[in-house]
Every structure is written in C-alpha cells, then in structure tokens.
C-alpha cells in the first residue's frame, strides 16, 4: 500500500502531501521529507551521477519522479511487495493526472484553497485505485499459485 503521496516544486518546496497516518508534526516531517529529496537530487546532478528515482530506508521505498515543473514522491512500506513496473504506472499516472489539470504549479509552494482541493481529489482518488489494484493483483496470485 502507498503510505504517502509528495508533490514537489523543482525548488525542493512541498507542494502537496497526503499521508495515511497523519501525524502532528506534519509540516515539519513534509519540509524536511522534501528537502532531503531535493537534496539527494541536487548532489547527484552536481556529481553528473543522474537523478535519484528510488531510494529505500529501514522501512520505507521512496520513488521519484521529477517533471518540468514538479517532483512525486511516492512512499511504500518496505514490507509491501509490489513490482516496480506497478509502482512506475502509479507515478505516471498520478503525473498525467496532475498535469492535465493543473496549468502550472506555484514554485512558491502555496496552493491556494481551490487547487488544494483539487489535487485531494485526485490524490485521494487515485490513492484508492491503486489499493483496489494491488487487492485485485494479490488475489489473481493467490488464484494463479492454487493452479499448481
């Protein structure tokens, strides 16, 4: 399952976060989360090294995608086993998603009430397929595996 979904500006400034388990202290774990992602880009540029698109903690997978105007961070628990092509979709789709309904992103890192809503609904949206299709895809392997 995703545990957490981060729209970032190219800056390194949040954007746009949805966790599942919110916590107290979540402006001050989103500044951070993103400046660590900015900063883990930023190196391996200046080290002509490429972008960091995938990173894994002790309990955590971190998959980035940068675009022209923004980062998605997508955060799974380590234990959660999914294929990285699934995962890559869910970016690309939530990418398409955002692009297609936001002209332009603030680098600013303000959205305004509107488009906060906004990208809820999409997030949150597709936050819920994805749960759907990893059930759909775990009980296709359960059904696959009692064939042999």
Known sequence: ??????????????????????????????????????????VLIELDAGEANYFTTRTHEVYIEATSNFAL?????????FESETVEEMIAEAITQITFNFEELPEAGILNSEEEEK?????????????????????????KESFW
């Open 1 to 42: 399952m995703i545990q957490a979904v981060y729209i970032i500006s190219r800056t390194g400034v949040p954007l746009y976060f949805k966790e599942r388990m919110p916590e107290e202290d979540d402006v001050t774990k989103i500044t951070l989360f993103s400046g660590v992602i900015s900063a883990i880009r930023a």
């Open 73 to 81: 961070a997508l955060v799974k628990d380590i234990k959660d086993k």
């Open 119 to 143: 990208m809820t609904n999409i997030i949150d949206n597709l936050m819920i397929k994805w749960d759907e299709s990893v059930k759909d895809s775990a009980a296709l392997k359960k059904i």
